[in-house]
């Protein structure tokens, strides 16, 4: 019996076209995100009100994952920027070929900003690096605020939590502080933001955050801490 | 469930590997799998055994070495495993601590026969 040292990480494959994409993302200086929840937490809705709050001459692109159908690119087409359905049949996660492969007839250079929105999924997305800048993980009050502790390794590689649906916590037994004490257990450096799409209140939140990040992106000097994990 | 895209990776990187080792046969592949991976490793166990089964690899055994989350004090230098996710060093209480590793997903070793020994599907 041999033993042969392969010392190499599984997914070494995706890691290498998720670095490529990294490194045109920097070359082109577009700030990338990677969103990923549950299904139904609100991805798709709080990229439509991010999309309106941008302005028209924002130069930003969505990508938008989903097993089946092209419901969520149309919703996000009607805001005028370019948006691309990446449509898995079956994948449960977004890979970085997926994403190489969609941004091939887009001209990066007219590019400031990406939108990745992942498939619905807590746990597998989370293995696979879409070349991002940073994961966003939204979490919706209607689900269990102990969910940064059953699916730890998302909330563990996320710079930010968005809790979303805020605007039904006098509706729903929902301990909204625990949450975020919660995924600060998992992650003691994720930062937190708490969002209505329906009424807007915390938008601005979201939106400095957002304003942040690309800043950040653009200084090496002061980029972000990167969290743990990553 | 993306476990049954992580066995094919592995079982990729083994037929890569075996191209460096003619007239052996891969008998045992390992992996480390952090607590952070999000890998269930019984629906990898699975997966592994249902892409290799009636196959050339059919003999194939998979070795998972689980790793814990670890930190490290940036006040005393301490390492240790996370349990419960509590971050405060156990050496000198200090909360000043910071990720060290736990989230690998990685191939080990791939460990191979010579051909005559005990031939695959024989």
Known sequence: MERIPLERKVLSENDRIAGDLRARFRE??????????????GKTTLLERTLECLPRHERVAVL???????????????????????????????????????????????????????VGNLVCPSSYDLGEHAKVVLLSVTEGEDKPLKYPSIFFKSRLLILTKTDLLPYVPFDIEAAAENARRVHPDIEVVKVSCLTGKGMAGWMNWLEQQRRAAKTPSTLAPVPAGL | MHEMGIANSVLTAVRTAMRRVPGSYPSKVGLRIGQMAAIDQEALRF???????????????????????RYRCRSCGHEFAVQDYEIQCPNCRSLETEYLSG?????AYLEVEEHGTNPVGA
């Open chain 1, 28 to 41: 082109h200086g577009i700030f990338c995100l990677n969103f990923i929840s549950s299904p139904g937490s």
């Open chain 2, 103 to 107: 989230d690998e997903l990685e191939l």
């Open chain 1, 64 to 118: 938008t994952g989903d097993i089946q159908t092209d419901n969520d690119a149309a919703r996000l087409r009607r805001f005028h920027f370019p948006v691309k359905q990446i449509t898995t049949g079956g994948t449960c996660h977004l890979d970085a070929r997926m994403i190489e492969r969609h941004l091939a007839d887009w001209n990066l250079q007219e590019l400031d900003l990406l939108f990745i929105e992942n």
């Open chain 2, 47 to 69: 997966c592994f055994e249902a892409i290799t089964r009636d196959t050339d690899l059919e003999k194939l055994s998979l070795e998972i070495e689980f790793r814990p989350l």
